[in-house]
């Protein structure tokens, strides 16, 4: 099992582009979740699917910010425009069933400047 | 809201026992979590234990759950200098569906 995947694991843009963050679930999982570290903050929920259906985006910081999942194997999560403030970990996670063990990815680690 | 707190440092001479504590408010929480993360890496789940649990034990890692005072505690005994890293505390409610809240994590310094 190949775990989580996301991608690109580390990306430096400057402000006002846009930013495209990509996860591969593990195979057979059907919760998959978004969320952001900081150093201020720790880890913070972002949004999360459940086939592929959002949940839950009370997290969203702001109309920035869009989360997508077209189907069970893939998701991103868009920032456009990205600010400096934006600069973080964002982990991709997923999970088979209910309350079973989440798996966390590498992360992809955001540099805004 | 739910909420996780825990202290952010700790640090520990090699040999020594290290125990992390962390307290949650959420009185509906039954999954309980550990999380280790390395610099540079993603979380990797340590342990877990259900909150009909006193303890749990594997290997070098324990874990003790006092349910009326809802405080969580993990100790590793043997502390080595691979064990340095960042340990979360993670609660989640026996709702379909819902996220883990994490603490904002413990730093584990290790001096040989």
């Known amino acids: 099992d190949a775990g989580v995947i996301q991608s690109p694991r580390h990306e430096v843009t400057e402000m006002g582009q846009e930013v495209t963050l990509r996860c591969k679930p593990i195979s057979g999982h059907d919760y998959l979740f978004w969320y952001r570290q900081t150093m201020m903050r720790g880890l913070e929920l972002l949004i999360y699917?459940?086939?592929?259906?959002?949940?839950?985006d009370s997290g969203m910081p702001e109309d920035r910010f869009s989360a997508k999942m077209p189907n069970a194997s893939f998701s991103t999560l868009k920032i456009q425009p990205s600010e400096p403030r934006d600069s973080a970990v964002y982990f991709c996670?997923?999970?088979?069933?209910?309350?079973?063990?989440?798996?966390f990815g590498e992360g992809s680690w955001l540099t805004v400047v | 809201g739910e909420d996780v707190e825990q202290s952010l440092f700790l640090s520990v001479r090699e040999g020594d026992s290290s125990v992390i504590n962390c307290t949650y408010t959420?009185?509906?929480?039954?999954?309980l979590y550990w999380y280790k993360q390395e610099p540079g890496a993603g979380l990797q789940l340590l342990t877990y234990?259900?909150?009909?649990?006193d303890m749990k034990q594997d290997q070098r890692l324990t874990v003790l759950l006092n349910k009326k005072d809802k405080h969580l505690s993990l100790r590793i005994a043997d502390t080595q200098t691979g064990d340095s890293a960042i340990y979360f505390c993670a609660e989640r409610s026996n709702q379909a569906g819902t996220a883990l809240i994490f603490g904002k994590g413990t730093t584990l310094s290790v001096s040989s």
């Open positions: 959420d009185s509906s929480s039954t999954y």
């Open positions: 996670a997923s999970q088979g069933g209910t309350g079973n063990t989440i798996y």
């Open positions: 234990i259900f909150s009909n649990m």
């Open positions: 699917f459940n086939n592929n259906v959002p949940i839950d």
